[in-house]
């Protein structure tokens, strides 16, 4: 019997648990089914209104000399004078003497050779007047040659000052007062500062709004610690090749003067890194977006309706300002400006 009872008891205890699962199953109150309302995307758009837009182009550059000079010795000696102005920086005048060596020998050589068309040519006047032939001609030689030595003396005594050819910034000076130098020793660099170059590069796709040079407008900016400075220039050429290495075309930009005050608010100094703003020319009945508004190559979505059209376009130029579109939209057309994550023909959106 006691067996029976304990076979039963487990039975009893999972037919009680059963029936209280379904009276609470069955006790529970019905949930209402409400709909799950999926919220509509907010976009900007931006309204067509196409225009004749002007085109700057932007590009990054160093400034440099146009022209840079390697002083070299022409005659030998030790240096016997240095300007105080020949020093790394600062800006000479054209004719301004920066160096001179010892000119003694060069001195004694231009006397001597004097010496010597004296007596070539008393020699040429004797052979004349006794109608020597042989020696007229043997005379007239040595007069000539007399003469070339006192070129070529004349000429050495005028390299012993080493004086600056143009108006330029002394870059280096490798020799020092006292020091012997021979004919063809280096004495520095000079960088002409009547003119200052910068060469930009600039992609093939933006070169095309600049091959008018006479008329494409140059402004140079540059950072510093009292604010941002502003140079005038002028494209003075486009080069007529791709740069192996950054595939651009390199554009030529001019400053004349650009250490004079009396043209410019601050002195251009070479070396100097800068932006560049090229004014080129107009793209007629053309629009700027903002470049959010492309997707791909040449796809903008247009607002219509309520819904997303997916549309092509012909992008003329996409550069930091936006994208510049001459096709495929139509005054008055509302174009999507926010990037949504998923974004497709027919979407349902609101503007903002």
Do not use: C
């Not at 225009?51 to 000399?65: D, F, I, K, M, Q």
């Not at 590069?201 to 091959?211: G, M, S």
């Not at 903002?290 to 219509?304: R, W, Y």
Request: hydrophobic share 45%; proline share 5%.
């Amino acid at each position: 019997m006691s067996r029976l009872i304990s076979l039963i008891r487990p039975l009893a205890i999972l037919a009680v648990a059963l029936l209280l699962a379904v009276v609470m199953v069955k006790s529970r109150p019905q949930l209402e089914a409400k709909s799950a309302d999926i919220p509509v995307p907010l976009v900007s758009v931006q309204t067509v209104a196409t225009a004749e837009l002007p085109v700057t182009v932007v590009a990054y550059g160093n400034v440099t000399a146009w022209r840079q000079l390697e002083l070299t010795a022409q005659v030998g000696g030790r240096v016997l004078w240095q300007s105080p102005r020949f020093e790394p920086g600062v800006v000479v005048e054209a004719g301004e003497p920066l160096l001179r060596i010892d000119a003694t020998d060069y001195e004694l050589a231009l006397a001597e050779a004097r010496q010597a068309l004296s007596s070539a040519q008393l020699s040429l006047a004797d052979a004349k007047s006794l109608r020597q032939a042989a020696r007229v001609e043997e005379a007239e030689a040595s007069v000539a040659a007399a003469e070339a030595r006192i070129v070529r003396a004349r000429r050495d005594l005028k390299n012993t000052e080493i004086i600056a050819p143009y108006r330029a910034v002394i870059d280096e000076q490798t020799v020092e007062f006292g020091q012997f130098i021979s004919v063809g020793t280096r004495l520095g660099r000079i960088l002409g500062a009547d003119r200052a170059e910068v060469r930009l590069p600039v992609p093939p796709q933006d070169v095309r709004f600049i091959q008018d040079v006479d008329a494409a407008g140059v402004t140079l900016f540059s950072e510093s610690p009292g604010g941002t400075l502003s140079w005038e220039g002028r494209v003075s050429r486009i080069e007529a090749r791709i740069d192996s290495q950054t595939r651009s075309f390199p554009v030529l930009v001019t400053v004349d003067n650009p250490l004079d005050l009396e043209q410019h608010v601050a002195p251009m100094r070479f070396g100097l890194f800068v932006r560049a703003e090229i004014t080129g020319g107009t793209v007629p009945e053309a629009i700027l977006l903002p470049q959010s508004a492309l997707h791909g190559e040449n796809d903008v979505f247009v607002f219509a309706d309520g819904v997303l059209q997916r549309r092509s376009v012909t992008v003329a130029r996409v550069s930091a300002e936006g994208v510049l579109i001459t096709a495929g939209l139509a005054d008055g057309e509302q174009v999507v400006t926010t990037r949504l994550e998923l974004m497709f023909e027919g979407m349902a959106v609101t503007d903002v």
